[in-house]
T-cell receptor
Framework: NAGVTQTPKFQVLKTGQSMTLQCAQD?????MYWYRQDPGMGLRLIYY???????DKGEVPNGYNVSRLNKREFSLRLESAAPSQTSVYFCASSEQGVTQYFGPGTRLLVL | QKEVEQNSGPLSVPEGAIASLNCTYS??????FFWYRQYSGKSPELIMFIYSNGDKEDGRFTAQLNKASQYVSLLIRDSQPSDSATYLC????????????FGKGTLLTVNP
């Protein structure tokens, strides 16, 4: 039982490049989330998926897109990376209204 | 805007002392409250959650909730150096079954 897994662990991009962050969970949770964490800013919700087939914007969605591929997988795409998107990205999953479990994170540096 | 406020710290306590971490929230409709611990370079992990007014104890940890004052706290008894981490308060805000709002966290340092 791996819980929540994320790939890659670390990525360096140049401004304007695109990439997709992958997230998968094996806990049969309905809800999945993408957060970014910046120094002094705490965890901020980018997008979430309450259940398979639905996605909604969070607090900071600009510059990102998501896909809920199936119940297990929820990906985050940066179409044209900007230095302001340098951050640590966490994926999480939960049953509605209950504890969110976090993946190990992806550290992204945009030059 | 729904807000969750925490003192950023750092909070420094000697080994064996009680560490007290505080959190206030703005949304009176908030239903559930969570405390996460995050070690440097790691992901957040759940310590405790609390739904009802009063105290909830789990080992060395006690969560306290006062909905009238919109205040939730975490007490760590017999603090150990291994408790040194950032503690995040999270609130399941009213009207949402899915979204947590996080505070910015309090850095706790336990000195041997």
């Amino acid at each position: 039982n791996a819980g929540v897994t994320q790939t890659p662990k670390f990525q360096v991009l140049k401004t304007g490049q695109s990439m997709t962050l992958q997230c998968a969970q094996d806990m049969n949770h309905n809800s999945m989330y993408w957060y970014r964490q910046d120094p002094g800013m705490g965890l901020r919700l980018i997008y979430y998926s309450a259940s398979e087939g639905t996605t909604d914007k969070g607090e900071v969605p600009n510059g990102y897109n998501v896909s809920r591929l199936n119940k297990r997988e929820f990906s985050l795409r940066l179409e044209s990376a900007a230095p302001s998107q340098t951050s640590v990205y966490f994926c999480a999953s939960s049953e509605q209204g209950v504890t969110q479990y976090f993946g190990p994170g992806t550290r992204l540096l945009v030059l | 805007q729904k807000e969750v406020e925490q003192n950023s710290g750092p909070l420094s306590v000697p080994e064996g002392a009680i560490a007290s971490l505080n959190c206030t929230y703005s949304d009176r409709g908030s239903q559930s409250f969570f405390w996460y611990r995050q070690y440097s370079g790691k992901s957040p992990e759940l310590i405790m959650f609390i739904y009802s007014n009063g105290d909830k104890e789990d080992g060395r940890f006690t969560a306290q909730l006062n909905k009238a004052s919109q205040y939730v706290s975490l007490l760590i008894r017999d603090s150990q150096p291994s408790d040194s981490a950032t503690y995040l308060c999270a609130v399941l805000t009213g009207g949402s079954n899915y979204k947590l709002t996080f505070g910015k966290g309090t850095l706790l340092t336990v000195n041997p």
